[in-house]
Structures are given as structure tokens and as C-alpha cells.
């Protein structure tokens, strides 16, 4: 059974901090994929990561994949209240089609 | 604009009625997907399509069945609904070559069995 891991579940951080969200995952994949979902809404695509060592980044946002190790960072840089939202992690294993999701990072950004 | 659209947006159900939650796409996608998501269970697959003419059970398969109508349409049917399928649905396709390896969503049926 894939297992797509994020930590932490929930994030509180003050406006201007710096802080990084994991995803680990159990299998072989070299596509990784970030979305950001705002109360109410549809998942927005943030990131597509197709190889080992793949680097992104949009804004206040960068993320990362090592599929050695199986893990996918998100990183934030300066937090601002915008980004207030939950974010998700979703591996498409090589032998599948479908995503399979962590549970999401719910995160609050306070002044 | 090219997307996913779902419906309905909304809808209650009484336990043990039966409703189907239509979706289509005008991308051309091959694969289409359900989704359930519920409070801090992320997105579980319900069922997928890789092709026209193909489906098959994804992790939650159960109380639920799908047609895949034709490329454009992946309808999700609740034969008798039960109070455990209280979710917000999304249906998804994507598509892959040429560059493209992206998954498009719906804007979601939020369901309630009562």
C-alpha cells in the first residue's frame, strides 16, 4: 500500500518566518505534485517535480524532490498571510495513473 | 474555459437514495478520476479511468459505481446512500506526453447524506 506522509498537519507561523513542509511517500515515483486548496475551493496546481534533484520555485514557495530518499520539500520563505491555505503533497507511482495524496499541511500565517 | 466541470455543486440526500455525480472535460484527457475528501483525510481515490472504455477500483471503491460514458464524461453513481458518504467530491483528468504531465480538477460536489 503507497503511504504519502506529510509533516506537519498543521502549521501556525508569524508573517516574515521561514518554514519547510515534508512529504515522504513508500514508493518508487519520480513525479511529485503540490497544490494549494483554499476553504471551499478546488486543489490549484503549485508544482510538478519529474526527477530526482528537481527544483521549483514560485514566489515565496520552492519546492524540491529527492526520490532516493523518497522526499519532497515545500519551503516558505517570508510568510505572508496570503499563503494562508492547506497544501497537499500527491504521488503518482510509477506503476499507476492516480495520485495518491498526503492528508495536507493545514497552514495559518498570523501577523 | 477548458477545465473540469462537475455537477451539481451542491446536494443533500436522504439515507438510501440513489444520485449519480456527472463530470466532463474538453481537454481530451484520456484518464479521469474520482476523489472523496474529508476533513483531514486528504483526497482518497474512489475510482479511475485510464481509457475510454476502461475503469477501474481505486482505495474506496465501496458503496459507489462509475460509467465512463465516453472520452469527455466520468459519471459517479450512490446507488443507496449512506451517512458515511457525507464528502466533498472531485473528479480529475489528466493527460501525459508531450511535456504535459498535468492533473486537472473540478471544482467539487459537496454531498450530504442526512
Known amino acids: 500500500e503507497l503511504k504519502v506522509e506529510q509533516n506537519p498537519l498543521f502549521l501556525s507561523m508569524q508573517e516574515g518566518k521561514n518554514y519547510t513542509i515534508y512529504c515522504n511517500y513508500s514508493t518508487t515515483s519520480d513525479r511529485l505534485y503540490w497544490y494549494r486548496q483554499d476553504p471551499g475551493k478546488s486543489l490549484e496546481s503549485l508544482f510538478v517535480l519529474l526527477s530526482n534533484g528537481a527544483v521549483k520555485q514560485e514566489g515565496r514557495l520552492m519546492a524540491s524532490l529527492d526520490t532516493k530518499a523518497r522526499l519532497s520539500t515545500l519551503h516558505i520563505t517570508a510568510a505572508v498571510h496570503d499563503l494562508s491555505a492547506t497544501y497537499f503533497c500527491a504521488v503518482r507511482p510509477d506503476s499507476g495513473y492516480a495520485l495518491n495524496f498526503g492528508k495536507g499541511t493545514s497552514l495559518l500565517v498570523t501577523p | 474555459n477548458a477545465g473540469v466541470t462537475q455537477t451539481p455543486k451542491f446536494q443533500v440526500l436522504k439515507t438510501g437514495q440513489s444520485m449519480t455525480l456527472q463530470c466532463a472535460q474538453d481537454m481530451n484527457h484520456n484518464s479521469m478520476y474520482w476523489y472523496r475528501q474529508d476533513p483531514g483525510m486528504g483526497l482518497r481515490l474512489i475510482y479511475y479511468?485510464?481509457?475510454?472504455?476502461?475503469?477501474d477500483k481505486g482505495e474506496v471503491p465501496n458503496g459507489y459505481n462509475v460509467s465512463r460514458l465516453n472520452k469527455r464524461e466520468f459519471s459517479l453513481r450512490l446507488e443507496s446512500a449512506a451517512p458515511s458518504q457525507t464528502s466533498v467530491y472531485f473528479c480529475?483528468?489528466?493527460?501525459?506526453?508531450?511535456?504535459?504531465?498535468?492533473?486537472?480538477f473540478g471544482s467539487g460536489t459537496r454531498l450530504t447524506v442526512v
Open positions: 479511468s485510464a481509457s475510454e472504455g476502461t475503469t
Open positions: 480529475a483528468s489528466s493527460e501525459e506526453g508531450q511535456g504535459i504531465y498535468g492533473y486537472t
